[in-house]
């Protein structure tokens, strides 16, 4: 992984593959490279560590051009961070491949390889794709044959596009496990790893399934599936909008994306949240008549989604009646697990294509559950195509690697969901009206916080020294502190650990000194005393605070402890307040350590490997 487009067309196609990478620089990598075919059949290559504009610099310095080319953004996973590992890869100057997703069985393919006479000159598991399809032209398939019969013989996940120089007028495709789109055009047709790597030139897609395998000309696609038969695709026109070149005067998109939270919650509120509550089809069709038979909601979600699910957990069976399990899918994919009566599989992903969500979502269509939803920010992902019932949150693009605004309106989707299953496990009825009046408060509430900014950004100077940091909740903001915690790491480099306060005295009181900020989130909910005791705990040992805290909950600022005071809310929607400031506490301390905010370092944006 991490970014792949592609094109073929009469005229010179490096500046839309080099667009098409642009766009893709939000997902994380850290090399690029483009490799282009003109049609006396001469292949081409330029590849460069670090930045895309490092490649598009290169490229204008000694100019190339092609009408048939492919390119890609890596972030590593075999081999270090070298041009030589840098996408694409060649077999003997005749086959040029990209890929994203990892051949698990690279080492044995590389051991044939080599003793067949084919020469590596990278790391990489990708090399081996170029080789085998090589390998299969020699023995006399054509281009698409020889990829059909190559993907059989690799293991793991793999989106790829191959292009042959004595082939000069096509590409072949193949998708298993990581996505890819195709683009139409007239006269010329496009693929990408996302559509909005192709927003420029088309709006027209199509989203290849598992197992498909695709052969590409200037005017025609072929789709084979998995068993080699010919399919039709669904083409759909994307009205999809993508706003990865305008920061709207702020510094970093991630500071961009926390401000727009008001918007795209309302957004994610309008006409699906009425004056009486909510219609349980905003889920999907027939919805009503799923929902009305949910008992049990196993919930499967990576990283920032993940925290969105266990905060879901307090409120499913706090209010909805609803018992819930939540879990890692990377876990839940390796393990044995129990499948409760009518059960409701809910998966989360910002982009809809998490490689371990998407496999733990197909491994539990096979072990029976009743349905499955997925809460999601893509359209047309795999996610939203593969489940029975899909919300999408409404965020827009969120080009910032650390997530924010996809994270509030995936918790704004739960507290939506929680009011649809609660119709039939028996809400009351002033948890329901309390919710509802809540959720129609949250975008003015999420504004209102939005206006501690300067107060944090002050704040944000005494952690310029720090290596390590402790953040601390109870109940269902004990997820927000994890999610807290999250967001520091990722994008300061700070070492940041989250714990339920109640378990202080069970072990981390033992890292409590006067170089250990303690960040506490503390609205003014049944669990305040129970917390404040814990922040108690903390002084007694002479720990440094920082608490945010309701106005009402009578928190004062001291020698050992600062206090920010977090407009008061209900107690429905505090995890989704709560999490502004701790957002903008990560974004304020990462940008006094002078650390690369939107594209922090070893991360990508959409993971689409295990």
Request: with cysteine; aromatic share 6%; glycine share 4%.
């Given at each position: 992984m991490c970014g792949i487009v592609g094109a073929i067309a009469e005229r010179n196609v490096v500046q839309i593959l080099l667009e098409g990478l642009k766009r893709l620089e939000y997902r994380g990598y850290d090399s690029a490279g483009v490799a282009l075919l003109d049609q006396g059949g001469n292949l081409t290559r330029v590849r460069r560590t670090g930045k895309v504009q490092e490649l598009a610099a290169a490229i204008d310095a000694d100019p190339v051009k092609g009408q048939t080319g492919i390119a890609h953004t890596r972030w590593a996973t075999h081999g270090g961070v070298t041009e030589a590992n840098a996408h694409p890869h060649f077999s003997s100057d005749r086959v040029a491949v990209v890929h994203n997703g990892i051949i698990e069985n690279y080492q044995q393919l590389r051991k044939e390889l080599t003793a067949a006479g084919y020469g590596f000159t990278s790391d990489t598991d990708t090399e081996t794709i170029a080789h085998q399809v090589h390998k299969l032209l020699d023995s006399g398939l054509d281009l698409l044959s020889a990829v059909q019969a190559a993907v059989k013989t690799f293991h793991g996940a793999y989106g790829t596009v191959i292009m042959d120089k004595l082939d000069a007028d096509k590409v072949v495709v193949a998708r298993s496990g990581s996505p890819l789109v195709i683009g139409l055009g007239i006269g010329e047709n496009f693929i990408a790893s996302d559509q909005m790597a192709l927003l420029p030139v088309t709006r027209r897609f199509m989203?290849?399934?598992e197992g498909?395998?695709?052969?590409?000309?200037?005017?025609?696609?072929?789709?084979?599936?998995?068993?080699?038969?010919?399919?039709e695709r669904e083409i759909i026109d994307s009205d999809i909008e993508h706003d990865a070149g305008d920061k709207g005067g702020y510094r970093h998109y991630m500071l961009k994306e926390i401000h727009e939270q008001p918007i795209v919650v309302r957004n994610t509120l309008q006409q699906r949240l009425l004056e009486s509550g909510i219609d349980a089809n905003i889920f999907g069709d027939n919805a009503d008549e799923i929902l009305a038979k949910v008992k049990h909601v196993q919930i499967i979600a990576c990283g920032t989604s993940y925290h969105a699910g266990m905060t879901a957990r307090y409120w499913l069976e706090q209010y909805a009646n609803v018992s819930c399990n939540v879990e890692i899918a990377s876990e839940f994919r390796y393990r044995k697990s129990f499948v409760h009566p009518n059960s409701l599989l809910v998966t989360?992903?910002?982009?809809?294509?998490?490689?371990?969500?998407?496999?733990?979502?197909?491994?539990?269509?096979?072990?029976?559950?009743?349905?499955?939803?997925?809460?999601?920010?893509?359209?047309?992902?795999?996610?939203?195509?593969?489940?029975?019932?899909?919300?999408?949150?409404?965020?827009?693009?969120?080009?910032?690697?650390a997530s924010t605004k996809a994270f509030t309106t995936q918790l704004t989707a739960f507290l939506m969901l929680t009011l649809a299953l609660g119709a039939n496990n028996g809400i009351s009825r002033e948890d329901h009206d309390g919710i509802v009046a809540a959720l129609h408060s949250l975008p003015t509430k999420l504004e209102e916080t939005l206006g501690l900014t300067k107060a944090i950004e002050v704040l944000a100077e005494e952690f310029a020294d720090k290596h390590h940091s402790l953040f601390l909740g109870r109940g269902d903001q004990y997820p927000i502190a994890m999610e807290g915690a999250l967001k520091l790491k990722e994008i300061s480099y700070i070492h940041a650990e989250a714990y339920a306060s109640g378990e202080l005295k069970h072990g981390p009181l033992a890292l409590i000194d006067d170089e250990m900020p303690v960040i506490v989130v503390a609205p003014n909910n049944e669990l305040l005393e129970k917390l404040k005791s814990n922040v108690e705990e903390v002084r007694a040992r002479g720990g440094i605070?920082?608490?945010?805290?309701?106005?009402?909950?009578?928190?004062?600022?001291?020698?050992?402890?600062?206090?920010?005071?977090?407009?008061?809310?209900?107690?429905?929607?505090?995890?989704?307040?709560?999490?502004?400031?701790?957002?903008?506490?990560?974004?304020?301390?990462?940008?006094?350590?002078?650390?690369?905010?939107?594209?922090?370092?070893?991360?990508?944006?959409?993971?689409?490997?295990?």
């Open positions: 989203f290849l399934e498909d395998v695709a052969e590409i000309t200037r005017t025609s696609i072929k789709v084979f599936d998995k068993a080699g038969n010919p399919v989360i992903s910002q982009s809809g294509e998490t490689a371990d969500t998407l496999a733990a979502l197909r491994l539990a269509k096979e072990q029976g559950y009743m349905a499955s939803l997925t809460i999601c920010n893509v359209p047309g992902s795999s996610l939203v195509r593969e489940s029975d019932m899909a919300f999408m949150t409404r965020a827009g693009a969120e080009i910032g690697v605070m920082y608490v945010f805290a309701d106005a009402e909950a009578q928190f004062a600022s001291d020698e050992t402890m600062r206090v920010i005071n977090v407009p008061h809310c209900e107690p429905a929607i505090a995890p989704i307040i709560y999490t502004l400031p701790l957002q903008l506490l990560s974004y304020y301390v990462a940008v006094i350590k002078g650390t690369d905010v939107d594209q922090p370092r070893n991360l990508a944006k959409s993971v689409t490997v295990e």
